[in-house]
């Protein structure tokens, strides 16, 4: 949703209206007293796996951004400008004088990486940021851009809202600074970080130009990543696994068993194999507190620095894997507490993985039909418009996944595609069709599939039955065997498949 | 043949998208066809009749009876409001054309005349008005018998003849009202190609259509297509000039006279169907896998509907090789009267009570089976049009219920994925067995008792204080109960929408009254004052 919102920033041409004559705490400090601006160029070129082709790569993309350089020579940008990169490297604003560099640590959901230079000295004079972690409604923040000279352009703003939003890879919410600022136009403009007294208080996530509204992953959710980039083994932010409605209707409140005035949320849905499923929380509890922050029926608790804000900050920015967070419930009207011990969930856990980035998409090639496992990043193969473009059947069972699949631990493979080919003779226009059985045997993955078609069923045939109609697709394993070469040859299929 | 039914053949026709094309799918998604529209006349109100050039339209041609025969049909319709069904709904007046047949009957297509509620007809050289009734209506195939009481209407007038199928390349000519005129107008053009096609006014059924080069254009619907004086269709539908020009669609004379047939006994029975999806039989290796001959004979069965005639019978993966005794092509064909057809056009043929044949071939052995139709009504209808109908709903603490259909998601354009798939899975995932009804709480009239409940619009009704809810008259049943509070629960995750039934009782009469809502709620479809012919027969 938010995609179609706020259109990428290299677009944006603002022109600036106001003199930034006024001095206020936003705006830095002359560059003289400075003695290097802890502003580098990012240069990245990369390439994005092709889901219709799934044995290659797309064109090559190239972007430039710029990096906040933080302590220990680390620079700080967004996961989004580094994801699928095949080359990243810096530049120094002033001199120029580049380097290549490489991920230290990335983390796709609340889209923050951290870039190391491969040379260690080439950030040495450069003082690095401190991260301001106090940002509240009504701050004025400023947007820190490059001149082609190397000159700092700063931009300031008005903090307006502190809130939960989605980012882009829409795995749960997190804090949000949105911030009205008019943007300008400036080539490496990707990663803008945001700046209060000299010190980083955010970093561009999305902009609005029309609006001029301005979204900024703020100091707590970096601070976060920067703290758990520090262990060994980068684990992510939490994720609790339940679903809540507000308990504003009295009805619902009193059929739950809970007749006061107080807050709470109705649980109204918990994944397994997640925490709160570990932790005892059922359906129609009704949270009252979370690390004892009492929340109100909208599933608001109030924050020493935001006022009310919804209650999963506490388990994002707050919290970390491992930790164990007391939730006090109400259970038909019966005051319990549970431990919550908090978890990751990666990608995988997912019956359709939400994203996949530097790493090859799964598929399988058998005779012309084409193989794959849903997953959100397939579907986004359709542009932003996804949800309405992708077939509807995938974007159902991708979007009611856990209901649909309540066990989890498995992935729904799809005949993608049907390449022509002699085997495939009259299944030239079948496509996207979820497979439930091959050779008889049960498909939950690519590689129950691999290893279902290895033996071929009596009379040498290979039988795919599917859940939409045509229902069954048989195949000769020899033909498609003696087939394979060729078919290799005339579509550029480089491998047959790709299961690791 | 419903078109769900023929699922896979559109899927196969139109749905997949090429190997060059998937390169981009931002850009060019699957598309499916523009669907032709019907070439209703209700778009044409006095004021956008523009006038027409001032060319006189030359005498009648000594040729045909034409003028003798057509009429142009007035009606003035009512068009439900989904959105608020209590209301009798919006005022429409259009015009098209009909012409007179045998028996004193005029025939025209069915969307001139659905949900009209005064038909005037008016003939050339004829200064007067004849108000007119509608004898038969089939929705299905977009065919309509209307006929005139005032004793000398049909005195002067010539009832025409009907022909075959027009042959490729000839020429034919339309007879009608086109965009309102007051005279009749002819438009001459030759027949482009005979196929199955989606009749849009029920936007659910496929049957034969000619599609012929003459233009054709709103009030042209219902006039005969003429050659060598005799009727080879009636002009139904087209598709609107920024889609395609030249092309226009007539129902063709096998479909007519089905029609007419049907009726002979005094009620429309509407088709029969096999109600099964099928894929094409093409592949070598899997002839060969299901024990087949390389005779190119046999397509596979995938789906068969329960609810429909041969659910008893076949069974996914049965191949079905010859239909009445002709030989089923693997591509689906069959040939009947020298012409290749869709086999399925062998039980377009057929009435309610007839019986079809077939050879079938299962797990590697020669059967006959005989698949009978008892019954015509079908789970399919929610995913058409209906006319003549007044919407079902349940109104009740200001929450709409009301049952999925085509004319509820045209006017709510729903973005729900659930609900957009409860409605294409419809028949499909057999949901209409748990589901006959699938009741939506559509909208909610705002009042103090609901004021927090707008989170639920959209939700698909499961049960109520732990029963389940199958249809609307469950429903409306329920609600009549009287326990302390009604439990709503809705497919899937959510919370329960829990009503204090003292409170919606209380708020009744003042919901009533700020809404202005005359009746809480209708559960029949068809008005009591309507004559039973002219009800179709569900």
């Known amino acids: 949703m938010h995609k179609r919102l706020f259109v990428t920033f290299g677009l944006v041409l603002v022109t600036v209206s106001g003199t930034l004559a006024k001095k206020e705490p936003g705006v830095p400090t002359p560059l003289s007293k400075q003695k290097q601006l802890a502003l580098v160029r990012v240069n990245v070129t990369g390439q994005s796996y092709d889901y219709f082709r799934p044995w290659q790569k797309k064109a090559p993309f190239s972007k430039r951004a710029l990096g906040a350089v933080l302590s220990k020579g680390r620079v700080l940008v967004t996961a989004d400008l580094v994801a699928n990169q095949n080359y990243v490297e810096l530049e120094r604003a002033e001199s120029g004088e580049k380097t290549a560099a490489k991920v230290q640590v ?208 506490l388990l994002t920015a707050h919290a970390y894997s491992g930790d164990v967070i007391p939730f006090r419930i109400e259970r038909n009207g019966n005051p319990m507490q549970l431990n919550v011990t908090l978890e990751h969930r990666d990608a995988k856990d997912y019956v359709s993985p939400p994203y996949n980035f530097d790493q090859p998409p799964r598929y399988y090639v058998l005779g012309g039909l084409i193989f794959q496992e849903l997953s959100r990043q397939y579907l986004k193969e359709w542009g932003a418009a996804w949800q309405r473009e992708a077939p509807q059947r995938l974007v159902y069972l991708d979007h009611f996944q856990s209901e649909l699949f309540p066990e989890g631990n498995r992935r729904v493979v799809i005949l993608s595609q049907v390449l022509p080919a002699n085997s495939t003779i009259g299944y030239d226009e079948l496509s996207y069709l979820t497979v439930t059985k091959a050779n008889g045997k049960e498909i939950k993955s690519l590689g129950d599939l691999a290893e279902a078609v290895k033996q071929p069923i009596e009379g040498g045939f290979i039988k795919i039955e599917t859940e939409e109609d045509p229902k069954q697709i048989d195949l000769d394993a020899a033909q498609v065997a003696a087939e394979a070469p060729v078919l290799q040859e005339n579509y550029g299929i480089s491998a047959l498949h790709r299961l690791d | 043949m419903k078109r769900s039914l023929s699922f896979v053949s559109a899927i196969l026709l139109f749905g997949a998208i090429s190997y060059g094309q998937q390169s981009n799918p931002a850009t060019s998604p699957p598309a499916q066809p523009e669907a032709p529209v019907a070439v209703p006349s209700r778009s044409v109100s006095p004021a956008q009749a523009v006038v027409p050039v001032p060319v006189p339209i030359a005498p009648p041609k000594p040729n045909g009876p034409v003028q003798k025969s057509l009429v142009r049909i007035t009606a003035t319709s009512v068009e439900p409001d989904y959105k608020a069904p209590w209301n009798a709904g ?310 709409l219920f009301q049952p999925l259909n085509l004319d509820l998601m045209e006017a709510y354009r729903p973005t729900d994925l659930r609900l957009r798939h409860f409605f294409e899975y419809f028949i499909l995932e057999q949901l209409y067995l748990q589901h006959p009804d699938v009741i939506v709480l559509a909208n909610i009239l705002p009042d103090p008792i609901n004021t927090y409940l707008a989170p639920y619009r959209g939700g698909i009704v499961d049960e109520i204080n732990g029963k389940k809810i199958r249809t609307l008259d469950d429903l409306a049943r329920t609600f009549a109960e009287t326990p302390e509070r009604f439990v709503i629960r809705m497919i899937g995750d959510g919370p329960p929408l829990v009503l204090d039934r003292n409170k919606v009782e209380t708020a009744r009469e003042r919901i009533k009254t700020r809404y202005n809502v005359l009746k809480e709620q209708n559960l029949e479809e068809k008005p009591e004052s309507k004559s039973p012919e002219q009800a179709d027969n569900i």
């Open chain 1, 106 to 313: 990335i983390d796709y959901e609340a889209n923050l990486a951290l870039l190391e230079p491969m040379d260690k000295t080439f950030l040495d004079e450069i003082t690095p940021l401190e991260i301001t972690p106090d940002t509240v409604v009504g701050d004025r923040l400023a947007a820190w851009q490059l001149e082609p000279t190397g000159a700092l352009l700063a931009t300031e703003g008005l903090v307006t809202t502190v809130q939960m939003t989605p980012y882009p890879i829409d795995v749960g919410e997190f804090l949000t600074y949105r911030i009205s600022l008019p943007m300008q136009y400036r080539e490496n403009s990707y990663t803008v970080p945001l700046v209060k007294n000299n010190k980083l208080a955010g970093l561009l996530l999305r902009y609005d130009s029309r609006s001029q509204l301005l979204d900024a992953i703020p100091a707590p959710i970096i601070t976060h990543f920067l703290k758990e980039a520090e262990s060994q083994n980068y684990r992510g932010f939490p994720s609790i696994g339940f679903s809540f409605f507000p308990t504003r209707d009295p009805e619902l409140r009193q059929f739950a068993g809970e007749i006061g005035k107080g807050g709470g949320v109705y649980v109204t849905n918990v994944e397994p194999n997640t925490p709160a499923m570990k932790a005892g929380l059922k359906v129609g509890d009704i949270v009252i507190a979370v690390a004892n922050n009492e929340i109100d029926q909208n599933g608001n608790y109030v924050d020493p620095l935001y006022g009310k804000i919804e209650f999963t900050n």
């Open chain 2, 90 to 399: 919006a005022l429409q007046r259009g015009v098209g054309a009909g012409f007179v047949i045998s028996g004193n009957r005029i025939l025209t297509n069915a969307h001139v005349v659905a949900n009209s509620r005064y038909l005037i007809v008016e003939r050339e050289s004829d200064p007067n008005k004849y108000p007119a009734t509608v004898q038969f209506i089939a929705n299905d195939c977009d065919l309509a018998l209307i006929t005139v009481s005032a004793p000398d209407f049909f005195k002067n007038m010539v009832p025409l003849q009907f022909g075959g199928i027009p042959a490729l390349e000839s020429t034919v000519s339309a007879y009608g009202y086109p965009i309102g005129g007051e005279r009749m107008s002819v438009t001459a053009g030759i027949v482009s190609r005979i196929d199955f096609q989606l009749y849009t006014h029920s936007s659910i059924d496929q049957h034969l259509a000619v599609q012929i080069s003459a233009q054709i254009n709103p009030g042209n619907s219902g006039g005969p297509v003429m050659q060598n004086g005799k009727v080879m269709g009636v002009a139904f539908q087209g598709y609107s000039g920024d889609v395609a020009q030249g092309v226009a669609y007539m129902i063709p004379t096998p479909v007519i006279n089905r029609f007419l047939k049907d009726v002979s006994n005094g009620h429309y029975d509407k088709y029969v169907d096999l109600a099964l999806s099928y894929s094409k039989l093409q592949n070598p290796a899997q002839r060969k896998f299901l024990g087949l001959k390389d005779d190119d004979r046999g397509v596979l069965v995938n789906t068969v509907v329960e609810a429909g005639p041969s659910a008893t019978v076949l069974r996914p993966g049965d191949v079905l090789l010859t239909i009445d005794g002709h030989s089923i092509a693997s591509d689906g064909n069959v040939e009947l009267e020298g012409e290749r057809a869709d086999f399925q056009e062998v039980v377009e043929r057929k009435f309610k009570g007839d019986s079809v044949k077939l050879d079938i071939w299962r797990d590697k052995q020669p059967m006959t089976v005989k698949i009978e139709f008892l019954k015509t009504a079908w789970p399919y209808l929610i995913q058409g049009h209906s006319y003549d109908v007044r919407p079902r709903y349940v109104l009740y603490g200001g929450l």
